[in-house]
């Protein structure tokens, strides 16, 4: 059964504390994404990878880190530079170059305290 | 700076209306355009999309979208809505990048 998976559902970290999200897929997509969604301000890209061992800054890069060793795998780390990391975190996958459709994970809601 | 606007932010409905939910983007050229529903408590989806051919294109659970180049808009519509079409409704646009732009979202209410 394919698809994507995001874990844990619900985070809670401390301010000052790293913490990094998972994002696996078995669809054998290339493209991988991370967003951030707030409300009122729709999704906004934090980092995208287009292959293996490659990724790009988005719009909102600041405070973030990712890493793509793996074609399955896009782990988002928040780092404690993220001035306002309580959000919900959603991560996607393409299979056509990023040109079409993109397929979402369930999503992780973070909470700093 | 280029964007997506989607105008209506809440829009509250009876069952059985009708429902036009507008999106607006700012880019010149050839654009790919997406609309993605989030249900409560699921996944985001897409509801339909179109990159070229006839502009009125037809999506999943009776809705549909026209694209109008001339007025840069792509607007989702369908006839007769239902309490399970509660969403948040979000219009996306592709260009030139490999980067989907998001518009704000649109929260659809429908009561029964």
């Known amino acids: 059964d394919g698809g994507i998976t995001q874990s844990p559902k619900y985070l809670f970290r401390k301010e000052g504390q790293n913490v990094t999200l998972s994002c696996e897929q078995n669809?054998?997509?290339?493209?991988m994404y991370w967003y951030r969604q707030d409300p009122g301000q729709g999704l906004r890209l934090i980092y995208y990878?287009?292959?293996?061992?490659?990724?790009q800054k988005g719009d909102i890069a600041e405070g973030y880190s990712v890493s793509r060793e793996k074609k399955e795998s896009f782990p988002l780390t928040v780092t404690s530079a993220q001035k306002n990391p309580t959000a919900f975190y959603l991560c996607?996958?393409?299979?056509?170059?990023?040109?079409?459709?993109?397929?979402f994970g369930p999503g992780t809601r973070l909470t700093v305290l | 700076a280029q964007s997506v606007s989607q105008h209506n932010h809440h829009v509250i409905l009876s069952e059985a209306a009708s429902l036009e939910l507008g999106c607006n983007y700012s880019y010149g050229g050839t654009v790919n355009l997406f609309w993605y529903v989030q249900y409560p408590g699921q996944h985001l989806q897409l509801l339909l999309k179109?990159?070229?051919?006839?502009?009125l294109v037809k999506g999943i659970k009776g809705f549909e979208a026209e694209f109008i180049k001339s007025k840069f808009s792509f607007n989702l519509r369908k006839p007769s809505v239902q309490w399970s079409d509660t969403a948040e409704y979000f219009c996306a646009v592709i260009k030139d990048t490999d980067k989907l732009i998001f518009g704000t979202g649109t929260r659809l209410q429908v009561f029964p």
């Open positions: 669809l054998n997509h290339d493209a």
């Open positions: 179109y990159f070229s051919g006839d502009p």
């Open positions: 990878s287009q292959i293996v061992n490659d990724f």
């Open positions: 996607a996958c393409s299979g056509a170059g990023g040109w079409d459709e993109q397929f």
